[in-house]
């Protein structure tokens, strides 16, 4: 069964802080790795897109990885700002055949000044 | 402009009434998506088309009817619903269902509550 979990299911940081949220997927065969940022009540919004042939991705002082062998993606968000009190979802699609963007449960993050 | 936007906001109606949701995209997409999410749950998806015509059902009740006009207007008719039905909806957009390294573009969302 095609499956994204990720952890921890809620985060609390200062600000300034670093923090790295984990995606692992049992999505196969996989196509590709998002990870979207969405505040609370509004639609989710991009923040990276990875192939299983790239291993990293930054987006300011947002940087995700990927491992295809293991399954395994993680977002490391640099020097915290108030502002990235979000869910993080990682979303991982099939390659074709599917439609379907299989969503993860999200972390629930909360920066605190 | 990367923008999808849905109408209204917020919506209230109750178990009788008829309401339609609507999302509007000029990005040139020609593949719409309606979501529902629940509160602290992931979206999950209800309907997909593809150039105006209706490729996924997720086996949704038909009191959810999807329509889409043209190539940049989805509607979301509702008709009868539970309070359970209650969640936020989200309209997202893509240039197509085939090319799995497209972006997709999610709008604001419409917040409904059924009374």
């Known amino acids: 069964k095609n499956q994204v979990e990720q952890s921890p299911q809620s985060l609390i940081i200062l600000e300034g802080k670093n923090c790295t949220l984990q995606?692992?997927?049992?999505?196969?065969?996989?196509?590709?790795l998002r990870w979207y940022k969405q505040d609370t009540g509004r639609g989710p919004v991009s923040l990276t897109i990875?192939?299983?042939?790239?291993n990293t991705k930054s987006n300011g002082r947002y940087t995700a990885t990927l491992d295809a062998d293991t399954k395994q993606s993680s977002l490391h968000i640099t020097a915290s700002q108030l502002s990235d009190s979000a869910s993080y979802i990682c979303?991982?699609?099939?390659?074709?055949?599917?439609?379907?963007?299989?969503f993860g449960t999200g972390t629930r993050l909360k920066v605190l000044a | 402009d990367t923008e999808v936007t849905q109408t209204p906001k917020h919506l209230v109606m109750g178990m009788t009434n008829k309401k339609s949701l609507k999302c509007e995209q000029h990005?040139?997409?020609?593949?719409m998506y309606w979501y529902k999410q629940k509160a602290k749950k992931p979206p999950e998806l209800m309907f997909v088309?593809?150039?105006?015509?209706?490729?996924i059902n997720e086996s949704v009740p038909s009191r959810f009817s999807p329509e889409c006009p043209n190539s940049s207007l989805l509607n979301l008719h509702l008709h009868a619903l539970q309070p359970e039905d209650s969640a936020l909806y989200l309209c997202?957009?893509?240039?197509?269902?085939?090319?799995?390294?497209?972006?997709?573009?999610f709008g604001p969302g419409t917040r409904l509550t059924v009374t």
């Open positions: 088309y593809s150039y105006e015509k209706l490729s």
């Open positions: 997202a957009s893509s240039p197509t269902i085939g090319q799995e390294t497209y972006e997709q573009y």
């Open positions: 990005m040139g997409h020609r593949a």
């Open positions: 995606c692992n997927y049992t999505v196969s065969p996989f196509s590709n």
């Open positions: 990875m192939t299983f042939s790239e």
């Open positions: 979303v991982v699609r099939g390659t074709s055949g599917t439609y379907k963007y299989i």
